[in-house]
């Protein structure tokens, strides 16, 4: 009992800092919420008050002025290609990783983990060029390629992690019955690993659907841009209204609030799984 009492003050300090982390995450979202159905003059007026009337006119204006939706559904192709891609190509590649024990796998395996290091801004200048040289700068292959590639490391190391714990038994036994390397991956690989496909994919399609600095650099069509640079766009030259920035953000904020309350288990049981397989 004096052992319980004891831990008593801790909880209560732990509860504490979580609560105040709370708020401390919850406040500024519902202050962009709030200030989005503003119209300017009362933001700048009273920027921390309720509005007086909530005015639906600036998602309308938003949505329209800014073609939001021309940049809403070129996100939502990127990310669903990019992420397919990425999911698909890490998974083969972690199977590889894990169960081939050839010479060269570790070396290949290090070059992912290396890729790890490498940032969007230490090459944004010479992939720029490389694109332009080539002929896909300013398309959408362009942007689909660079998403695969910086995400493929931490994909990849994902699944070689979880791999690597399934049991050899279920491929040798599989082996036995005749069956082939690409049906054990198709019908043994592929449902075990559930929990990662799904931890790889999430991350992943968060990832791609934030990122900002790739397509900013390599386009400048109005027609292939994605959502972040489309809101990014507001608070430049072609408007100061802070009414619309703010809808601006909450457009772009939301489906992401939603995408992850909707699979946020699913992430969290596969970073689990990851390391309890390790």
């Known amino acids: 009992m004096p052992v319980r009492k004891s831990l008593v003050p801790w909880k209560i300090f732990a509860y504490s800092i979580m609560v105040l982390f709370t708020i401390l995450a919850i406040t500024p979202l519902l202050w962009l919420l709030t200030s989005s159905f503003k119209p300017h003059a009362e933001i700048v007026r009273n920027p921390l008050g309720l ?42 590649s972690g199977y590889t990783f894990a169960k081939f024990n050839y010479r060269i796998s570790k070396f290949f395996f290090a070059l992912y983990t290396l890729g790890l290091l490498i940032t969007v801004h230490s090459v944004i200048v010479p992939l720029f060029v490389l694109e332009t040289y080539i002929g896909i700068g300013n398309t959408r292959l362009g ?3 660079p998403y695969i590639a910086f995400g493929l490391p931490f994909a990849v190391y994902l699944a070689t992690g979880y791999l690597k714990g399934i049991p050899d038994s279920l491929e040798e036994a599989a082996l036995i019955d ?9 019908y043994i690989i592929v449902p075990v690993a559930t ?12 990832s791609n659907w934030n990122e900002f600095v790739l397509v900013l650099t390599l386009t400048s069509k109005t ?26 953000l909450v457009i ?12 946020h288990e699913y992430l969290e049981r596969g970073f689990a799984a990851g390391i ?3």
């Open 51 to 92: 509005p007086r009337t909530w005015y639906m006119e600036n998602f309308r204006r938003a949505w329209t002025q800014g073609s939001l939706g021309v940049y809403f559904m070129n996100s939502i192709f990127y990310s669903v290609i990019a992420t397919s891609t990425t999911t698909l190509f890490a998974l083969g």
């Open 143 to 145: 942007v689909i390629i």
């Open 178 to 186: 005749g069956a082939t390397y690409m049906q054990i991956f198709q």
């Open 195 to 206: 929990p990662i496909i799904a931890t790889m994919f999430i991350y992943t399609f968060l």
């Open 223 to 248: 027609a292939i841009r994605s959502l972040p640079v489309g809101i990014n766009s507001f608070a430049g030259g072609m408007s100061r209204d802070y009414g619309l920035q703010f809808s601006a």
């Open 252 to 263: 772009g904020t939301i489906p992401m609030i939603l995408f992850y309350l909707i699979f």
């Open 276 to 278: 309890s397989k390790e």
